[in-house]
């Protein structure tokens, strides 16, 4: 029997705290410093939104993988299928090369992993092929 796999991930992380400060700092040098219209200033930082979120509610997402089920979480997302209802796990690589996750049942639906709850791909690949279910890549799929 092979080991359980578990990943889990924060929101809240270093690089993104630095990488707003270092916006919102530029933000304010050209509000102040070069006169920036206040309305462009504030359409500029419109965008950083997201990232201040994650890092104010710190969002916890992860996967984990054991001898019957396949659990996952993103937030308040939740999942599980247990590994006899999986007939394979899809790997597509997509136009901006990140890698989108399908797990396909033997029955229904294809069921797409968040990717924020996801290691690297490598990695969960190996994960499967532990635990006996086939996968299977697919580069720059459309759908």
């Known amino acids: 029997m092979p080991a359980p796999f578990t990943f889990a991930r924060a929101g809240r992380s270093v ?19 070069l006169q920036a219209a206040p309305w462009i200033v504030a359409l500029l930082a419109l965008p950083t939104l997201p990232a201040l979120w994650d890092l104010i509610a710190n969002p916890s997402a992860g996967l984990t993988l054991t001898d019957d089920r396949l659990d996952w979480h993103s937030g308040r997302r939740r999942g599980s299928i247990p590994l006899a209802e999986i007939d394979r796990v899809r790997f597509e690589r997509r136009w901006d090369m990140s890698m989108r996750v399908r797990v396909v049942p ?38």
């Open 15 to 33: 690089k993104a705290a630095v990488l707003l400060v270092a916006i919102y700092a530029a933000l304010a040098f050209a509000l102040v410093h």
């Open 106 to 143: 033997k029955s229904g639906p294809p069921v797409q992993l968040p990717p924020e709850s996801l290691p690297r791909w490598q990695v969960l690949e190996r994960a499967f092929s532990e635990h006996g279910i086939d996968t299977e890549r697919h580069h720059f799929a459309p759908f």
